[in-house]
């Protein structure tokens, strides 16, 4: 297959590079240049802002039904051009090809969903104090959206992103992740050829700091939608509040796992590596933090580092591959200094640590275990195929330990006892908590994080009211 010409999408338009500077999209499993794309000029985002503008008077009468079968179009497309879709993600992320095509499924589920709520935006009757009067709340579109989305997941966050607020009746304008800008691009020709309206998308690349500023603080947004870290999802919320916009953010994580006692150690292992390794580790639900209770733990630690150590790692084209390459040589540097810190602080290597000899940015995956809170693995997000592992005695440790940190966004506890699950789910700090399984968020289901992992929620019933306003309106 061929990768394709990158551009802009602005008002309906695929504009190329042109006289515009240039980024360069690598291949993380060979470093090769994939293909060059063009950077937005203050100008090109300012046009993107006005037909988001222009689109949204049009796009909010349409109504939900007509809405609702643009996005079951593009969720039709999306699962027929899979193939080639799934082969654009491995070559930009890197990951395995079955994980690929899990991904388009998965974005064309986004849709789907998006057409399904897009028709149970209902409102309410309030009764009324006296006769004859007629109370309603009336949910509206809250307005053009300024959407960031990351590299990690190049088709599943720009398309939970795209249906929530299309299916509210917003338009939006995005600025995909620079790493992996042609699936986002291939969404947005989907959309286009199921019939979605001039304007009603647009998509952007250049500076990050730049463009996001310039989005935010204009005007014509009314409502700003983020996915990436902490700290710049910190920045983004300050810009927001400025403006009196409301803003959804999906931020940082650092995932803890609970093993009690009664779990099978060997089948939890088995479960929780392989969500661990599942994009080489850079999924901001990834379990990390794993924390087994001591009666299970040897058992637990030999299968996992086992399975770690068998792990078959390559490029994602090639069959058989469980894991492909890191996204970027900033990911391999984080790791090789996450590693070095935690066995200067005691940790004890039972699988990787190591870089690959092969031409990208491999890693082979890690098992750390006595690891202790002092190391920097233990307090930031490594982002990557590493896992701590380190005993409690009782449920109170757990918890703690769990809890210690000031994010929140997914968890995971694995138990054979009723109770003991109803406790973890209360106690546990984190907008998600899964138990005896690692699926953190589906399209139907309400995803978004606690503490410093966020604001507001994606997907789900709730995902679609973030993208709405409630109007009272009283008539007598």
């Known amino acids: 297959m061929d990768y394709p010409e990158l551009t802009l999408l602005i008002d309906g338009e695929r504009i190329a590079a042109g006289q515009r500077p240039a980024i360069e999209v690598l291949d993380p499993a060979t470093q090769a240049v994939l293909g060059t794309l063009p950077v937005a000029s203050a100008d090109d985002v300012e046009n993107a802002l006005q037909a988001a503008h222009r689109a949204f008077a049009g796009w909010r009468a349409t109504a939900a039904l007509d809405r609702a079968t643009i996005l079951r179009r593009a969720a039709t497309l999306l699962r027929e051009r899979t193939p080639r879709l799934a082969w654009l993600i491995t070559r930009e992320l890197g990951k395995p090809l079955a994980e690929s095509e899990k991904e388009v499924a998965t974005a064309a589920e986004m849709f789907e969903w ?5 028709r149970r935006t209902y409102g309410r009757l309030i009764p009324g104090r006296v006769g004859g009067i007629r109370q309603m709340a009336v949910p509206e579109p809250i307005g053009p959206v300024a959407a960031f989305s990351g590299w990690n997941a190049p088709a599943i966050t720009p398309s939970r992103k795209i ?4 299916a509210a009746g917003c338009t939006i304008v995005i600025k995909p992740a620079e790493e992996t800008p ?6 947005g020709q989907a959309l286009s050829d199921a019939g979605l309206p001039r304007g009603v998308l647009n998509m952007v690349f250049g500076d990050p700091g730049t463009i996001s500023r310039q989005l935010i603080e204009s005007p014509l947004i009314h409502m700003v ?6 700290a710049i999802g910190r920045d983004l919320a300050v810009m927001a509040a400025k403006g009196l916009k409301r803003a959804t953010l999906e931020l940082g994580g650092h995932a803890p796992v609970l093993v009690f006692g009664d779990a099978d150690p060997q089948s939890a292992a088995d479960t929780i590596l392989a969500a661990k390794l599942r994009n080489a580790g850079q999924i901001c639900t990834s379990p990390t933090r794993m924390f ?11 299968r996992m580092a086992a399975g770690a150590r068998d792990w078959r790692v390559g490029n994602g084209l090639e069959s058989g591959i469980q894991m ?5 040589p900033r990911r391999l540097a984080a790791m090789e200094t996450m590693v070095a810190d935690a066995l200067h602080h ?11 000899d092969l031409p990208g940015w491999f890693w082979a995956p890690t098992i750390l275990r006595d690891a202790n809170r002092d190391c920097l693995a233990s307090n930031t997000e490594p982002f990557g195929p590493l896992a701590l592992v380190q005993p409690f005695r009782d449920a109170d440790e757990a918890f703690m330990l769990a809890n210690r940190l000031p994010f929140g966004l997914a968890a995971y506890a694995f138990t054979r006892d009723a109770a003991t ?7 546990i700090e984190s907008g998600v908590v899964c138990i005896n399984h690692c699926q953190a968020s589906l399209p139907e289901t309400p995803f978004g994080g606690f503490k410093d992992s966020g604001l507001g929620k994606e997907g789900g019933v709730e995902g679609l009211q973030e993208f709405m306003q409630v109007k009272y309106v009283s008539q007598l």
Request: cysteine-free; aromatic content about 6%; hydrophobic content about 45%.
């Open 163 to 166: 249906a929530g607020a299309l």
């Open 292 to 302: 087994v209770h001591e009666s299970v733990y040897e058992a637990f630690v030999q």
């Open 114 to 118: 998006g057409a399904e709520e897009a």
């Open 324 to 328: 492909g390459p890191l996204a970027n």
């Open 182 to 187: 042609a699936i986002a691009l291939e969404i």
């Open 225 to 230: 939608t983020f996915t990436g870290s902490t």
């Open 421 to 427: 699950a109803r406790m973890a789910s209360e106690r």
């Open 346 to 356: 005691g940790a004890k290597l039972v699988a990787g640590g190591h870089r690959l």
